[in-house]
């Protein structure tokens, strides 16, 4: 069973702290690894896309990657409550299954 | 990042009747795409993968027969839920991968009265 797993939260983060969001995957053989954000009773929207071991930058966002223990996270920095949604870490399951797998979600409260 | 659009952005229908979700790539062209069932305060289910000009696969447990789905072109798939049922009520959305990444419509919700 190859699956993505990550705390359901919630997470409760003072705005303008540092949100630190965690996710594990089963699968080694996977790749490309991915984060969204969904606000309630939105679709999911793609934030940070991730495919070499390492941090990846982008604004407020950094995603980070440790394929040695199957470990993929997100840092937001400086929170802000537009912040509080859901996000989902999602992982491409190549070599014939050409599909990505979701996390359960994490839900994230910025309180001001 | 690539749009993709869907319509209805709502929809409500009665027991029995059918419904056609259409699912477009805006500013690319999609070979394949997905469509997701999400019931409230769960995850995204995978109900199956559309492919242009072919077959769609269909994830375990989802009924082939009552989930239509049609790709008939590189920017349009579409989702037929057959004989709607209350229980067939959720929100469904389709997605589609551009240059190694997977967005998302912006979702269908379905109320079956």
């Known amino acids: 069973q190859k699956e993505v797993e990550q705390n359901s939260g919630p997470l409760s983060v003072p705005e303008g702290a540092i949100a630190s969001l965690n996710c594990t995957y089963s699968?080694?053989?996977?790749?490309?690894f991915f984060w969204y954000r969904q606000y309630s009773g939105k679709s999911p929207e793609l934030i940070m896309s991730i495919y070499s071991n390492g941090d990846k930058e982008d604004g407020r966002f950094t995603a980070q990657l440790n394929k040695a223990s199957q470990y993929v996270s997100l840092l937001i920095r400086d929170s802000q409550p537009s912040d509080s949604a859901t996000y989902l870490c999602a992982a491409w399951l190549s070599g014939g299954y050409n599909k990505l797998i979701f996390g359960a979600g994490t839900r994230l409260a910025v309180h001001p | 990042g690539a749009v993709v659009s869907q319509h209805p952005s709502r929809v409500i229908c009665k027991s029995g009747t059918s419904v056609k979700i259409e699912c477009r790539s805006l500013d690319f062209q999609a070979t394949t795409m997905f469509w997701y069932r999400q019931f409230p305060k769960q995850s995204l289910m995978l109900m199956a993968t559309?492919?242009?000009?072919?077959?769609?696969?269909?994830e375990q447990g989802v009924e082939k027969d009552k989930f239509l789905i049609n790709h008939a072109s590189l920017t349009l798939s579409t989702l037929t839920v057959t004989s709607a049922h209350p229980e067939d009520s959720s929100f469904y959305i389709c997605?589609?991968?551009?240059?190694?990444?997977?967005?998302f419509g912006p979702g269908t919700r379905l109320t079956v009265t």
């Open positions: 699968d080694r053989g996977s790749q490309s």
């Open positions: 997605s589609a991968r551009d240059s190694g990444k997977q967005y």
């Open positions: 559309s492919n242009e000009g072919s077959k769609a696969t269909y």
